[in-house]
């Protein structure tokens, strides 16, 4: 072992509050309590002194009451009223003694010669003595200056029994007392500290310490009014704050994750329309070189009819393949916004063709029912085209395997907003016959990147394109739809006036 390693340092066990609560109520009760013994002992000191006093006042009363007295009628009178003093004050004894006695002997305790002394020279003498039987006596001593033989005084002796008695008990009394008093006052203390500090901060503590871990999951239900409540309710108040952070942080992550994957997406989308333009550029070519050789091979007179009409076909389908990968490179291609007059109902059709295939593969049987007649709008076909087809494909997409959908274009009264009169407006509504959208799924389905499909199946977009097409055409798209039920999208636009109309026909070229 490495002797120059340091040891941890030993941290000393904390005092918990309830304990420093109970400790200081303890001290101040102890220092109360010690303060008013002292004050009783003054006052019991005070009292004493001043029952010393008191008899003394009553004993020089009393001497010259008997050095009169022993004066005019005699010794014997005198000692008759020393006797009915004894009597009449209890607890105060009263005798006349006689100091010169052998050896200074006189009734009582001995007193020694410089006590007799000070008697002699007319002074008093106080002193406490115990009897045989431990009875601790107060004795003063009062020299009488009378007309007889020899010298005499006054004694006075009180019992101190009941005086250090009480003393005694007082001070018993106020030991118990503070014993008491302190021990009820630290346990009621320390019960309701423990209650009301010590169990709340514990508590505090755990959830802090949940907190720091990261576990917002638990609330403190603490019912305090105080401060320890308030702290409690601000940990709760943050635990709400951090579990509301923590889900936005994760929303916004996971749509920060979807959007990447979505523009992701949208790339991909953008390299693959590159491509198929670029197919579709190689493509052109040799359909118009099959076109042309099969109508060629049609024109000659010589042929068997099977021959001229199977070089019509050909000619008749690479036609049309060419005309739908004119249309396909037409949709793709970037432009400026070009509107004009367009009738309604070729447009839709001219769609419809585009995403036959698609329908055809994923076998949908896909219904028009085209406008009596003719519907013109101010629109860009290129625009409008990709509006209404991002909308047939998400019907076809949610219809899964199968099924029919039905596109209808008329002309009827409509109104964006219900308090708004009704007028006259175009509409194509595509009706498909899938799961429906919920009720709450209804105010988000046009924003950007909200799909209920499956991945792979939508960016989320396409909705979001089209209804901002729509709404640069001045229209709106309405939905209705409920679970089980299919959905069913209307697009709004504003007709051309019939004047309008006749007179754009008028200004075509004959």
């Known amino acids: 072992m490495d002797s120059g390693a340091a040891e941890p340092a030993c941290s000393p066990v904390p ?15 102890l220092a109360v309590m010690g303060t008013y013994a002292i004050v009783q002992i003054r006052n019991e000191v005070t009292l004493f002194r001043a029952d010393v006093k008191k008899n003394t006042r009553i004993g020089r009363s009393l001497k010259a009451t008997i050095e009169e007295v022993w004066r005019a009628e005699g010794e014997a009178r005198a000692r008759e009223l020393v006797e009915e003093a004894d009597d009449e004050n209890r607890g105060l004894g009263v005798r006349i003694v006689r100091l010169d006695g052998p050896a200074g002997r006189v009734p009582g305790p001995t007193l020694g010669p410089e006590d007799l002394a000070v008697l002699a020279g007319g002074g008093e003498v106080r002193f406490l003595r115990e009897d045989g039987k431990g009875d601790r006596r107060r004795y003063t001593y009062l020299p009488l200056e009378v007309a007889a033989p020899g010298r005499f005084a006054l004694a006075l002796f009180e019992s101190l029994h009941e005086q250090l008695t009480y003393v005694r008990m007082n001070r018993i009394g106020i030991v118990t007392a503070t014993f008491a008093v302190t021990g009820v006052c630290a346990l009621i203390v320390l019960y309701l500290a423990s209650l009301f500090v010590s169990r709340p901060i514990e508590q505090l503590r755990d959830q802090a310490r949940r907190i720091g871990a990261g ?9 305090q009014r105080d401060e320890i409540g308030e702290l409690a309710g ?18 916004e992550t996971e749509a920060r994750v979807s959007a990447l994957e979505q523009l992701r997406h949208t790339d991909r989308l953008a390299t693959v329309g590159k491509l198929a333009s670029g197919v579709a550029h190689q493509l052109g070519t040799p359909l118009n070189v099959v076109s042309i050789r099969a109508k060629m091979i049609g024109a000659q007179p010589p042929l068997p009819d099977e021959v001229c009409d199977a070089a019509r076909i050909i000619a008749e389908q690479a036609d049309r393949m060419t005309a739908i990968i004119r249309r396909l490179l037409d949709f793709s291609r970037r432009r400026s916004i070009s509107r004009g007059r367009r009738e309604l109902g070729p447009v839709v059709a001219r769609t419809l063709e585009l995403i036959a295939p698609v329908a055809q593969k994923r076998r949908v049987v896909v219904e028009e029912a085209p406008a009596g007649a003719p519907i013109f709008v101010d629109v860009d076909e290129a625009q409008l085209q990709q509006a209404l087809a991002n909308i047939v494909l998400n019907g076809i997409q949610a219809m899964g395997e199968g099924g029919r959908l039905r596109v209808r ?3 009827r009264p409509a109104s964006r907003l219900a308090g708004d009169a009704p007028a006259d407006h ?4 595509i009706e498909d016959e899938g799961p429906g959208i919920e009720p709450e799924r209804l105010v988000n389905l046009f924003e950007p990147f909200f799909t209920t499909k ?24 309405d939905v209705t739809s409920a679970p089980g039920q299919g959905a069913c999208f209307t697009v709004y636009l504003k007709p051309l006036p019939r004047a309008a109309v006749v007179q754009g026909l008028q200004d075509m070229p004959s």
């Open 454 to 477: 499956a991945p792979g199946e939508g960016t989320g977009l396409g909705l979001s394109v089209a209804e901002g097409i729509v709404e640069d055409h001045d229209g709106w798209i």
């Open 215 to 223: 576990d917002f999951s638990q609330r403190l239900s603490l019912r």
């Open 234 to 251: 601000e940990l709760n108040a943050m635990c709400d704050m951090m579990v509301e952070s923590h889900r936005r942080l994760a929303d």
């Open 15 to 29: 005092m918990k509050l309830a304990h420093k609560l109970t400790a200081s109520l303890v001290a101040g009760i």
């Open 426 to 429: 175009a509409f194509v509504a």
């Open 409 to 411: 274009v008329g002309q």
